[in-house]
């Protein structure tokens, strides 16, 4: 009884729960399962210890990596006949908005690894062929950087600056602007680590934004449309700072029903449909519109798009 007892109060807990839940689906180490969960690392881990020690996780090492999963004696040999009634209850909870967000979550991390070709292709043995010492999509993007000529970029919803980092590496200029304050300063840190130098960080508005007219070559909307008050000015401020003939690049995400995204995420918008962020970018002023997939995975149920659209040139008049 006293098991039992200690049992039942080690999974009357949500946060414990939804930690089997996910690993029930998906080995996992503490990193993304802070992600997944939007937990602080320790009480992750300090949830997982607990989950060990009652015998329901165990743990492996693999390539200098710890990772978590479900303890096989907790399915397979039948002596935690508990498992039963809480596979029930993950099933009915599919619906739920907290899990709908976990799988959401659990669903970018696997996007993640398998655009990762560092680990891609070692546990399969029929795609052992993909695996490239080196081969990584963050080299690959810095190579094709190389072969642009040295342009002034603008960041728009910089956020704590990755993007901008990155594109510094063969921008002559960034400017990155983002509304909040406590985030550009994460960003100013991570830029003075990575001895980046080339960055102007500016405070602003999306639909109002602190940089002059014709003043970059490319301006780029990536994740930001979605977060913005009016996503058509937003675009149309875009296409104000980039100069004739420069090109306005947007990453966004497709419509979709994920609703836990504005309370969790802050997002305004669940996306765009194809045609309306086409229609966005045509509205303000922009030519040779595209718009196409960017990433996509079965069962996840975020699709990232991307339209390009570049600044006509200015018309000369003859007097």
């Not at 509304?179 to 001895?195: F, I, N």
């Not at 699709?303 to 200015?314: E, M, P, Y």
């Amino acid at each position: 009884m006293r098991q039992a007892s200690a049992l039942y109060r080690l999974l009357g807990d949500e946060a414990r729960l939804r930690l089997l839940r996910v690993l029930s689906r998906e080995r996992l180490n503490v990193t993304e399962l802070t992600g997944i969960l939007g937990l602080a690392q320790s009480g992750v881990s300090r949830h997982l210890g607990l989950l060990k020690d009652a015998g329901l996780v165990v743990e492996e090492k693999d390539a200098g990596y710890t990772y978590y999963r479900l303890a096989p004696s907790l399915q397979d040999d039948g002596r935690h006949s508990i498992w039963p009634a809480l596979q029930q209850q993950f099933e009915e909870g599919t619906a739920d908005p907290v899990v709908r967000a976990d799988e959401a979550r659990l669903q970018e991390v696997l996007r993640l690894r398998k655009e990762n070709f560092d680990t891609h292709g070692s546990a399969d043995t029929r795609d052992a062929r993909q695996l490239v010492p080196g081969r990584s999509w963050a080299a690959w993007s810095r190579a094709l950087g190389q072969l642009l000529p040295p342009l002034e970029v603008a960041d728009l919803g910089c956020g704590e600056g990755y993007l901008a980092i990155e594109a510094a590496r063969w921008a002559a200029r960034v400017i990155a602007v983002d509304r909040s304050d406590a985030v550009l300063e994460r960003a100013k840190g991570l830029a003075r680590r990575r001895r980046v130098s080339n960055v102007v960080w500016k405070r602003g508005e999306l639909d109002k934004l602190p940089i002059k007219d014709h003043a970059v070559d490319v301006a780029l909307l990536s994740q930001a449309l979605h977060h913005a008050n009016d996503p058509a000015r937003a675009v149309s401020e875009a296409a104000r700072i980039t100069k004739p003939g420069g090109r306005v690049l947007v990453l966004d995400l497709r419509s979709h029903d994920e609703e836990w995204v504005r309370a969790k995420l802050g997002d305004r918008r669940l996306g765009f449909r194809d045609d309306e962020l086409s229609a966005l970018m045509t509205g303000a002023g922009l030519r040779d519109v595209r718009v196409g997939v960017g990433a996509r995975k079965a069962g996840d149920p975020f699709t990232v798009l991307i339209a390009s659209g570049s600044k006509a040139h200015a018309v000369k008049t003859k007097h």
